[in-house]
């Protein structure tokens, strides 16, 4: 009679053939479907490849050009809190009631 080990490593050794047959029938089953949507110059995948390639060549001068932006955007906040601040006293002075926004009294 077989030790009990022996016995699980052949179920083992089984289990995994079984498991590798099963991969490769799906892999021979899937592999004609993959063949029809990407095999063609004019396929689906082709034309996916492509636009891929044009937005990436399109897009390859941002990373350079980033830090220069933010630094520019970053100006242009700093002046539009100065003219925030400006137009919040202008606001202000405007809901005053008259004479009390230019310090007289009526």
């Known amino acids: 009679m077989m030790d009990a080990s022996t016995v699980l490593m052949f179920a083992t050794g089984v289990a995994v053939l079984v498991f590798f047959l099963v991969v490769a029938t799906a892999l021979m089953r899937i592999d004609p479907l993959l063949e029809s949507i990407g ?3 004019n396929s689906l995948l082709a034309k996916l490849r492509f636009g891929l390639r044009a937005i990436e060549q399109e897009t390859s001068h941002l990373p350079a050009a980033v830090p220069r932006i933010n630094a520019g955007l970053g100006a ?11 137009l919040g006293g ?5 809901q005053a009631p008259p ?3 230019d310090g007289r009294r009526p």
């Open 99 to 101: 004479g009390e926004a």
């Open 90 to 94: 202008l606001a202000a002075a405007l």
């Open 39 to 41: 095999a063609e110059g």
């Open 76 to 86: 242009i906040a700093t002046g539009l809190t100065g003219v925030g601040v400006s």
